[in-house]
């Protein structure tokens, strides 16, 4: 009898075994990709209080505005189905799309679409994320498919910033958007675990293209066991991971490579000494050999930058600024002596330590930087520290970071240099830049708004506001059971458009 | 205290492994073949070879030379936390091992608090108010060691307060100060060296875990704990990278092991 048992229960097992490893394509309710990011959601769930970019990139499944960016960088209608402009450029009327539904099932109102741009713009009592935001006079409910934005300066940008995770749709009878954020958007909301992860469902009456797979999981992971994950399966798709790990990642992904579409410097602190002063960030632009960084931490890949401007936009990048400050350990040496940092001084580089990338910037940066007598140390933060001591309370010397563009707009990464920017976190201040800013916002005329716009990135370059390193090369292992992953000129994830390969 | 190497074979390996690793550490302190911090995009991640006879990691940085101030850095970490932890923990212990009463009941239920939250918990709560770095970390383990060292101590005295010796000693006049540290401390002495051994192996573990998490010793600097996490990325890459480093580790914990097991027989 019990030799049966065992006979039969071992022939279970192996059919469990066998017939496992068959289960290969899922459909249906049974589909799930597990996608693996960095850091936890923690500055908020509320599309308009975040602050993020890898906030951003994951609440861009759950939620949308009238107008929505698309993988080209053009601005396509979402909640929106079409808009125009009055002649004196002061009036976008929205017109809304028919049978647009929220997750909870109920129908978008012209009055949600009022609230959101309002709650969004600061108008509610609310700090705002977009400071072009400010400029909005009225938003009016016209009828039950119209609403009328009003505002007091002309705008070129305001579109694309209607278009921005931060300005989303989002239900006015929600009273808790900051944890059950409910939107429009391919994917809804179903639940988070703090440090594990956010699961997401695919909304059924989604307006648009529905999402292929029902259930999405965003699982946070730290830098160094996201390769293990992916590996070991657990893992089927992430974005953030550096070149030296996509050469171990084996024969199980497919491999995209793009830009992050981000920023990353060495910020400094403007207001603190010896930051204060423009030599010795002029010299610490000499000090760093770009080239080197890309070799030494990211395989060669990425693509070097001279200012707060990356190669996707392609208008108003300016190549020349790349090569601005070239490596050269004399010159940076010499303007230190004339700026009284003969003998070089001390600093410490605040990293949040779950961005693997960064810091291992940080430690070439302190190796390149010695070499000058500028004696780095490395301080490693949680990424909830970094937020609240560096980006909002700007309580740290120096710090490497990725700033990406929250919209499709040369402002999204230039108006924080705007020496009263909400978000100028590295207390940037000059008078022309300000000038040049202001004169930005103003002009209707595209030829000399380009040229303002290049003006600004000379300067911040000339300034040397911060020490530009790149905008780091980006490689997206997806697992090979999948296909149609997207890159967008944005840092977001759409998962919408990925699906099963037949 | 002679003792063959026949009769006690742990206590001699022991020994001779730590203080191999002691001897690499003090060297790695003054001399290592390469700077440990210096960079070179040309060796990212070779192996081994006569010139980097543990390879390079992925700046290119000597593996060898790496362990080697690493080692200095962990032994240092481990040192601090042990002398915090038994100096504490002996006076606390001694007190209220030899008084007794109210306070020693109050200080043992603290103690038991302490004790009953993991520790590397506390260690976070502690750095995370007081800002990661070498010191601190150092200061953070001995806080936590102390608890352990305390009751240990206490035991011992406990045990002996009554012991005709130190009746003796009372009647004779010493004063307590004399009778606790000068009579009954030195017969505590052999369990509390094979404590000691048990407390390098934990703060030797306790430093590579809290490094391995980011919090303990910050970069470019090496600690092993460090190493270990840095290697984790490569390991299918170079897994000579995390094997060279984890075996380190394996060895100076064995050698205290070692040194514990045998410092017991002999007690």
């Keep these: ?502 | 205290m002679k003792v063959r190497f026949k009769e006690n074979r742990r206590l001699y390996i022991g020994l001779i492994i730590t203080g191999l690793m002691l001897i690499l550490a003090i060297t790695g302190k003054f001399f290592t073949p390469y700077d440990p911090n210096a960079m070179d995009s040309a060796n990212k991640l070779a192996g081994i070879s006569a010139k980097h006879i543990m390879g390079c990691d992925n700046f290119g940085r000597d593996i060898f030379s790496r362990i080697l101030a690493g080692l200095d850095t962990t032994m240092v970490v481990a040192v601090g936390t042990v002398l915090i932890g038994v100096t504490f923990g002996t006076v606390i212990g001694a007190l209220t091992g030899y008084y007794g009463g109210r306070p020693d009941e109050i200080m043992m239920r603290f103690n038991d608090a302490v004790l009953a939250f993991p520790s590397l918990l506390l260690a976070l709560v502690i750095i995370s108010i007081m800002g990661s770095g070498k010191m601190n970390v150092t200061i953070a383990l001995g806080i936590l060691f102390i608890p352990g060292y305390a009751r240990i101590v206490r035991g011992e005295f406990l045990k002996c307060r009554n012991l005709d010796y130190v009746q003796s000693a009372r009647l004779m006049g010493a004063s307590y100060l004399r009778i606790m540290f000068v009579h009954i401390l030195p017969n505590t002495i052999p369990v509390l060296l094979s404590t000691v051994a048990i407390g390098f192996n934990n703060a030797v573990l306790a430093e590579a875990g809290m490094s391995f998490l980011g919090i303990g010793v910050q970069p470019p600097d090496s600690s092993l704990g460090r190493m270990l996490s840095e290697s984790q990325s490569y390991l299918f890459l170079r897994p000579g990278y995390a094997l060279c480093t984890g075996s380190v580790i394996a060895l100076l914990i064995f050698g205290f092991a070692m040194l514990n097991e045998g410092l017991e027989k002999h007690a």
């Design chain 1, 1 to 502: 009898m019990r030799k049966r048992l065992v006979f039969i229960l071992s022939v279970f097992l192996t059919l469990t075994i066998a017939l496992g490893g068959c289960s290969g394509r899922k459909t249906g309710d049974s589909s799930k990709i597990v996608v693996g990011i960095p850091q936890d959601l923690e500055d908020s769930l509320d599309p308009h209080k975040a602050t993020a970019a890898g906030t951003r990139e994951v609440l861009f499944n759950v939620f949308e505005g009238l107008l929505k960016p698309d993988e080209n960088g053009n601005l396509i209608p979402a909640v929106a189905k079409e808009y125009e402009v009055t002649d004196d450029g002061l009036t976008y009327k929205f017109m809304l799309r028919d049978g647009v539904k929220f997750h909870n099932g109920n129908p978008v109102t012209a009055e949600d679409v009022k609230y959101s741009i309002e709650k969004s713009a600061g108008m509610t009592g609310e700090e705002s994320l977009i400071a072009a935001f400010s400029n909005i006079k009225e938003v009016n409910v016209v009828s039950d498919a119209e609403v009328d934005v009003v505002l007091n300066e002309t705008d070129v940008d305001f579109p694309a910033y209607i278009a921005s995770v931060n300005a989303s749709v989002i239900p006015k009878d929600n009273a808790t958007p900051d944890t059950t954020p409910i939107g429009t958007g391919p994917y809804k909301y179903i639940s988070r675990s703090p440090q594990e992860n956010i699961i997401m469902e695919s909304f059924d009456d989604y307006w648009g293209n529905k999402a292929s797979i029902k259930n999405l999981e965003f699982k946070i992971e730290n830098g160094d066991s996201m390769l293990m994950d992916l590996k070991g399966g657990t893992i089927d798709l992430t974005m953030h991971i550096s070149a030296t790990q996509i050469k171990q990642i084996g024969d199980d992904f497919d491999v995209h490579e793009g830009s992050m579409n981000l920023v990353q410097a060495l910020y400094l602190n403007n207001k603190i000494k010896p930051f204060d002063d423009a030599r010795v960030r002029q010299a610490m632009c000499y000090a760093i050999d770009k080239q080197a960084i890309l070799d030494l931490a990211f395989e060669g890949h990425g693509s070097p930058i001279g200012s707060s401007m990356f190669p996707s936009f392609g208008k108003y990048y300016m190549p020349e600024l790349e090569n601005k400050y070239p490596h050269d350990e004399a010159k940076a040496k010499e303007l230190l002596k004339e700026a009284g940092y003969a003998d070089g001084f001390s600093m410490t580089i605040t990293v949040p330590s779950n961005y693997t990338p960064h810091v291992d910037t940080a430690q070439v940066l302190v190796e390149q930087l010695k070499t000058v007598g500028i004696n780095a140390s490395i301080n490693q933060v949680e990424w909830n520290t970094w937020l609240s001591d560096v980006y909002t309370g700007r309580n740290y010397e120096s710090t490497v970071i990725g700033v990406d563009a929250s919209s499709l707009t040369a402002d999204a990464l230039l108006g924080r240099f705007y020496s009263s920017a909400d978000n100028n976190f590295i207390n940037y201040s000059n008078e022309e830049y300000d000038r040049l800013y202001e004169e930005s916002r103003k002009t209707l005329d595209d030829n000399r708004r380009t040229e303002l716009i290049k003006q600004m990135e000379t300067l911040l370059s000339e300034d040397a506001a911060n020490v530009y390193i790149q905008d780091m090369a980006e490689f997206v292992p997806i697992n090979k059971k999948f296909e149609g992953y997207t890159f967008y000129p944005l840092y977001v994830q759409d998962i919408s458009r990925i699906k099963y390969k037949d």
